[in-house]
């Protein structure tokens, strides 16, 4: 693995951040950011993260949950047997939509600083709680942002203020929204309603239903993980990169 560990001065603090690259080649490559998932950094995410550099990315990894200090690596299947919101519920209120996309400017200014990124144009990839954070950092930056795609992504469009929908007329990225159709935090009423919002903003998207998937499937340490599921996803993410990412 090419993948290294930096801290970077964000919003509220000092962010750690996993940073992936190829395995092969000099680059330059363009880049990505993955928005994890409340389970937090652990081995699998840095993984992912991995994978995708493989691709032909600079991959950044940030532990969102910094401001909530150390903590973990937390293991999914023990955080779902011991109480799912006791565990992660204090961490997830340390951070929101709305605090991920202000320390993505971090994220953005530190990827100007690297000789081997190609252009200024990244991608985005958000799972559960991170797709909706994908989503509001194209809205918060969107001259900065050509690709974006939510995998399982929860409350894509509440009456919160900070729900991601409210971003999308700013959106300037091509969007991916991979829904599961067992999912409690997205219902079909809820995928309507953001849907209906990139129509009427004029966002190019693709939204599809995994048929038999539930909340988490891409996640390979997820109980839930479908395999198959997750290679189709894995399929749509890198094709939407292709398309809007410069090599």
């Known amino acids: 693995m090419t993948t290294e560990k930096i801290t970077l001065r964000a919003r509220d603090g000092e962010c ?17 950011i993955i928005y994890m ?16 550099a493989d ?17 973990g690596p937390l293991v999914p299947k023990e955080v779902f047997k011991s109480g799912f919101r006791e565990v992660v519920g ?21 990827l100007d600083t690297r000789t081997d990124v190609a252009g200024r ?23 900065r942002f050509a690709a974006v795609a939510s995998f399982h992504g929860g409350n894509l469009a509440t009456d919160a203020p900070t729900s991601p929908h409210l971003l999308v007329p700013r959106v ?20 309507e309603r953001m849907e209906k919002a990139l129509s009427d903003a004029g ?11 539930h909340h988490g499937w891409m996640k390979p340490d997820f109980p839930v993980y479908d395999h198959d599921a997750a290679e189709r996803g894995w399929v749509r993410l890198l094709d939407l990169f292709k398309r809007n990412l410069p090599a």
């Open 90 to 110: 204090p961490l997830m209120a340390a951070t929101g939509n709305d605090k991920a996309a202000q320390d993505t400017a971090a994220f953005l200014a530190y």
């Open 37 to 52: 998932d409340a389970v937090g950094i652990r081995p699998t995410l840095v993984e992912m993260g991995q994978r995708l």
């Open 121 to 143: 144009k990244v991608g985005a990839v958000g799972f559960c709680m991170g797709g909706g954070m994908a989503i509001a950092a194209a809205g918060s930056y969107p001259d």
């Open 203 to 213: 966002v190019r998207f693709t939204a599809e239903t995994y048929a038999g998937a």
């Open 172 to 191: 300037e990225a091509e969007v991916y929204i991979g829904a599961a159709d067992n999912d409690g935090s997205y219902p079909p009423a809820m995928a």
């Open 16 to 32: 750690t951040v996993h940073v992936a690259t190829p395995s092969t080649g000099t680059g330059p490559w363009p880049a990505a």
């Open 55 to 71: 691709a032909g990315y600079v991959v950044l990894v940030p532990d969102l949950f910094y401001r909530s200090g150390p903590y």
